[in-house]
């Protein structure tokens, strides 16, 4: 197991969920939900960078059947730009049905969906990165693939 703060990310096209790991890759736990608009990809770089992450673990929302849905797009497309942006290896992991899980965590724990949506996305970032970190404890290698870093001729990468 590679030793180093993650932060992992839960995508959604109002709202995204951030997380993060302690250094030994044990445990995740919330950060925040940021609302969707242009300073999501630096906000989320910017609790990278404050925690020195060794990587980000973008969730991948794939369909049941392994395809892709037009979030599986939107993922993708948000992960590239943290990519382009930042030094920090990106990697996407599949997350089918986290957002799910999530909402059943917290109807166990009695709370309703409605008042507690930007918590879903908070508990979603966590449930990617913990399966994120259980996959490479069990299997002794990264999870998901590596978003290539791309150059961004706007920005002069």
Excluded at 20 to 35: F, K, S, V
Excluded at 111 to 134: E, F, H
Excluded at 139 to 152: A, H
């Amino acid at each position: 197991m590679r030793r180093g703060v993650r932060v992992g990310v839960d995508v959604g096209r109002a709202r995204v969920g951030v997380s993060r790991c302690d250094p030994d890759g044990l445990i995740a736990t919330p950060i925040e939900t940021l609302p969707r608009d242009d300073r999501t990809v630096a906000a989320v770089l910017a609790h990278a960078s404050e925690l020195d992450a060794i990587e980000l673990v973008v969730g991948l929302p794939l369909s049941l059947s392994g395809g892709d849905t037009p979030s599986t797009t939107d993922a993708r497309e948000f992960a590239a730009a943290l990519a382009a942006a930042s030094e920090t290896p990106v990697r996407l992991v599949d997350e089918r049905m986290s957002t799910v899980s999530a909402q059943r965590q917290l109807h166990a724990n009695g709370r309703k969906t409605k008042g507690s949506r930007s918590v879903v996305d908070q508990v979603a970032a966590v449930i990617i990165l913990q399966n994120a970190l259980d996959s490479e404890r069990m299997s002794d290698r990264p999870p998901g693939s590596v978003v290539p870093r791309m150059k961004d001729p706007e920005r002069g990468l």
